[in-house]
Each structure stands twice: as C-alpha cells, then as structure tokens.
C-alpha cells in the first residue's frame, strides 16, 4: 500500500473527474476502433466540428495498453483492450517500428495476452543496437518491466531491460539531473544537443522508477528522484511543466505550448511511479498542482476539459505574443490518462466509488 499522503491518495472528485475525461475523449477518438480501424492521430477543431487527422497505429498500442491496465485495476471503461489489440496486431509488419512494438509487448504483458511471447521477440529483433533517445528506451524499458515477471526467458528480458537502462543512464546529466533526448552530437566539436523536452525526462523517469521496483536497481531510483527533482524545482506558479530545458543547468528555455496531457497524465505517472518505488511524496503537490492547471488554474483562467465537444484541449500556447487554447486534441491522451488511472491506489479507487 501507498503512502496515503502520496499521489495515489488523491480520492472522490479529482478521480470521478479523471475517469470521466478519459471515457468522454475515448468516445471521440476511438468511435473508429474496431471496425477495424487505427485511431486517428488526432482532432483538430474547425468551426463548429472535430475533424480528424491522419492516423496513428503507435497511438493504438497505447490505448490498449491504457484498456488493459484499466481493465486489470477493475475499471469499466467500455471499450475491449482485446478489440483494440486485435486492429494493431492486423496491421503490424516486419518494418514496425520498436517504439510501437514497445507498446505492443506492454499491454500484452499488462492484459496478459496470448501473444506476450511473440511480442517480445518482435522487439527484441527489432530494437537497433544504435537506439539511443531517451523517451523512445523508456517505452522499452517500462515495457520490458511489464513482461518480466511472466517472461519464459526471464534472464534474456533482465538483460536486456539492464542495457537499456544503461543507455537512458548515459543520457542523465550529472549536473542537473536532466536526460539529454539522445546520444546524438552537432557541431565541428561533436557537442551534446543542448536541450532536451519535457518528454525526454517524464518518460524516462518513469521508466527508471518501474525498473527500480522491478529489479531492485537502487540507483535507478536514485536518477528518476534526481530528474524530478529538476523538474519541480522549475515548476511555473501556476503548475506548469515547461516544453523545454537547458540539460545542463536545468532552466527553461521554451515554455509554451504546456501540454494537458503532460499537466494530466504523463507527469502525475511519473510520479506515481516514483512513490510506488520507494521514493518519497515530495513530488506529490507539484503533480497536484499541475493537474489543476487543466481545470482553470492556469494563466488564462479558463478550463481545457470542453463539455460540448467532449474533449480535453491539447494546451495553452502562444500565438501573435498572445497565449491561447490548442483547441486540437491527440489520441495518446486518453490511453496515457487510463494508465494513470490504473497506477492509482486501488483502495483510492474503491474510497472514489466509481469501480
């Protein structure tokens, strides 16, 4: 059991709410799924409708695995991981890329899929030895977390999962605990690229707090504390987790768009994460607060969650020296606010009411 102060303590409203986001911005992406078809990448307001664009098969593994974790917390949600498993496996090929076939193997793992096995050796054939961007191996490794404990060859999953982490470690300044993207270098002097997004420090610490509770890799945990504790200590006043930072120093240096789905879901996880680890709720009321911000407590007073639409508006950017609503919305949003969902204690859950 968790710390009752932490994260996943958060009970009633805040979690009625979240679970209602994520049903209200399924039935809008994934009125689709099943016929069968891929989830749009995303939707984009025009006038007085949503029109999709494109679509996304990676966005798909990440609703299932979202379904499969909801379903396994006992949450009815309404839409079969099994269903949406089935449109992704169909349209899986040989050049599928790792990133997606990471997704793949976790909810396979996480639903307890037939195909798990196949799943793993998919990824395992397909992850290049040259891989080496922060938020693509966190995929890998949360994935590879998930699979081990069911794994048929479970000193294979272990080692591999160990040189993963290895490369995401490589990537972790010293000095200010921030992951760089990559490995990749620019300029005659083959610097490091020297800033990195939000994305490339929330993916991988969760992904290091997983494989900490998973392995016992204490230094693991030590590098997931040391990168949020970064994150926090440049945290907007009003809840914001900045688009971009300086690896190196740790500041800012591109705030807008701040992301719902950062705000919401992604950061909250990576915390979760850290506290089931072990690692403390120090972080708990910055993830709070930047939950809060989706709900009007940002810069321009106005909540993104949209009633008429039933959507949660990508975020606040800036346009013309103006800040104002992203009014589109992506399809990994309602997979990665299941996930959350799913990582919240299940006596929360049970307090809430609404299982």
């Known amino acids: 059991m968790m710390a ?62 979202g379904l499969a974790a909801a379903g396994r917390a006992g949450l009815d949600i309404g839409l079969d991981s099994d269903r949406v498993g089935r449109v992704v496996w169909e349209r899986l090929d040989a050049q599928a890329p790792y990133q997606t076939l990471a997704f793949v193997l976790w909810a396979e793992a996480v639903g307890g899929g037939a195909r798990v096995d196949e799943a793993w050796r998919r990824l395992r054939a397909a992850l290049p030895r040259s891989a080496t ?14 699979y081990l404990p069911c794994a048929r060859d479970g000193r294979a999953v272990a080692e591999l999962a160990e040189a993963v982490f290895e490369r995401i470690a490589a990537n972790q300044s010293r000095r200010s605990g921030l992951f760089h993207g990559s490995a990749r270098r620019e300029g005659w002097l083959r610097r490091r690229v020297a800033t990195a997004t939000l994305s490339s420090q929330v993916f991988p610490i969760r992904a290091l707090a997983s494989y900490a509770a998973t392995c016992g890799r204490k230094e693991a945990l030590t590098r997931a504390g040391a990168a949020l504790d970064a994150l926090s200590s440049q945290q907007g006043t009003r809840g914001q987790w900045w688009r971009r930072y300086e690896v190196a120093t740790g500041r800012p240096v591109e705030c807008y768009p701040v992301h719902s789905v950062s705000q919401l879901c992604t950061v909250p996880s990576a915390v979760l994460a850290f506290e089931r680890a072990g690692g403390g ?75």
């Open 133 to 146: 961007q922060s938020m693509d191996l966190a995929w890998v490794l949360d994935a590879l977390c998930a």
């Open 281 to 355: 709720t120090a972080h708990t009321h910055a993830a709070r607060k930047g939950m809060g911000w989706v709900f009007g407590d940002n810069e321009l007073g106005r909540t993104l969650r949209d009633g008429t639409f039933r959507a949660v508006w990508s975020g606040i950017g800036e346009s013309m020296g103006k800040l104002e609503i992203v009014r589109e919305m992506y399809s990994y949003f309602p997979g990665r606010c299941l996930l959350l969902l799913a990582t919240m204690d299940t006596a929360s859950v049970s307090r809430s009411g609404w299982n």
């Open 4 to 65: 009752a102060d932490g994260l996943a303590g958060t009970v009633g409203t805040d979690l009625a709410v979240l679970l209602d986001v994520a049903r209200e911005t399924l039935g809008v992406l994934a009125a689709g799924v099943g016929q069968p078809e891929p989830l749009p990448e995303k939707v984009v307001l025009e006038g007085t409708r949503l029109a999709a664009r494109g679509t996304s098969l990676q966005n798909t593994a990440e609703l299932a695995l």
